[in-house]
Each structure stands twice: as C-alpha cells, then as structure tokens.
C-alpha cells in the first residue's frame, strides 16, 4: 500500500513544538502501542529530554487511517519524518518491533547522509541477523491474535475482553505483527554509533543469546543492560533506561565543550 506524506513530521510524531531540552528521543513503540503507552515517560523525562512517540497507523489518533505493514515503506516515512523534526541532538529508541524500527531507520538515516543520531537503544528484541520467529501471529484469526496479545503481557485484560474495541484495533495490531514477521533482513556495513542493547532477564520471547548477535551490527562492542523482568520490563524501570538516555546526551555534552575548549 502507498502512504503519501501528508503533515510530514507532526503526521507522525504530532504537532509538539520542537525541543527545548538537551536532546530529543525518537520512540518507536512495540505491536500495538500508541503515544498513550508512554505518557509517563515523557513527563520524567522532562526537561532534559523531548520524547517524540512515533503515531503510527490504524492506532490512536490515527485510528482510522490502513495500517502499514511494509517495512521498507515504514521506515521511508518515518526517517522522512525524523529529519523534518531534528532540531538538535537526539536518540533512537524502540521496543519489540520498535527495536527493529529504530534499527532500520538508523540504516535509512545513514543512506541519506543525514546526522546520525547520539545511540541508538534497542530494547526487547534478539537481533536482525540473529532472531527466530517463533509463531506468525499475524496469520492467527482474531480469536488467536487475541490470545497472542494476552501471552505477550502488555494489553489490559478488560480491553482484550472488549470484543467491539478489539474490532477496531486488531488491524493496526496484525499488521505490526506482520511487519515484523516478514521482515527480511539487508546485510550493510556495521553501524559506525553506540548502541545499547536493553533485555529483560526473564523475557520469554527473547533469547539472550539471539540478543547478542546485535553486536554484528556494530563497528564497537554495543553496551548491554538486563533489567528485572518479562518481555515488558521496560514498564517497571522507566527511571533506569531514562537515566541511561541522559548518561549518553552528558557524555556528548561534556565531550563536544571539551573540543571547544581545545580550538
């Protein structure tokens, strides 16, 4: 399906006035989640970091909008979007599908000579090269779909029980699904940034190992951080992986005035 730009950035990252902090973070959310899902985050985050939560389509205030579930496509819309907001600094950051989102968007910035982001963060995920689909959600009917989603850990039971909601929503999901289920890995030379790799220790739809392989995507040895925790941990250390984000933009900060210090 084609999707033409239309509002470009405030398409899909809104119509927030562009940062005031040290650095922006570009979110890439998880199958099913929407700007809501991070709310929290953007207010502990402030005022050092603006988070951007990527709006994708068929969710939340795009709701009625055809789902995309071409990841080539995807990606060309969203890095379109990322250089039309980037007024500064910025990160990616991605859980679950959204990892691999983010990756793929740094691989897209990098093919178009834009500026690299300071790191990239990619949370829950094995890597491109690396991962196991271990079952085609997408192909699921609705009923199994459902089930799916209640394994995973992240929807609320009394939503996956509203069968008039689960209508609207399930197209957005499976394509997500989809997205990530058909996803076909491009080789490319490593990426010439830091990168953080984010695990949950008790992830049952990530196996560390398969998470290792992110380091064949790196020019250095990407850092690693496992929290507490299932597929969803990021929900229970907001403040921690917030902290990591800072650490990256003070590390930045205090090497870029070093280098002014020394013309």
Known sequence: MSLVSAGGGSRWFGSVARSTGDAQVFVFPYAG???ASFMEWQAMAEPELSLQVALMPARGIRMHEPPVD???ELVDQLATAVIERVSGPFLLFGHSLGALVAFEVTRELRRRGAPDPLALLVSGAE???TRLIRQRCHELDDTGLIEALRDFGATPAGLLADREMMEL?????????ALSERYAYRAEPPLELPVHVLLGDGDEHVDLDRAAGWALECAAPPQRHVFAGGHFFLTDHQSEILDIMRRIVADHTAVAQSSTKDR
């Open 70 to 72: 071409d990841v080539t």
């Open 33 to 35: 989640g929407i700007a």
């Open 127 to 129: 890597a491109p090269q």
């Open 169 to 177: 929503i399930l197209p957005g999901i499976r394509a997500d699904f």
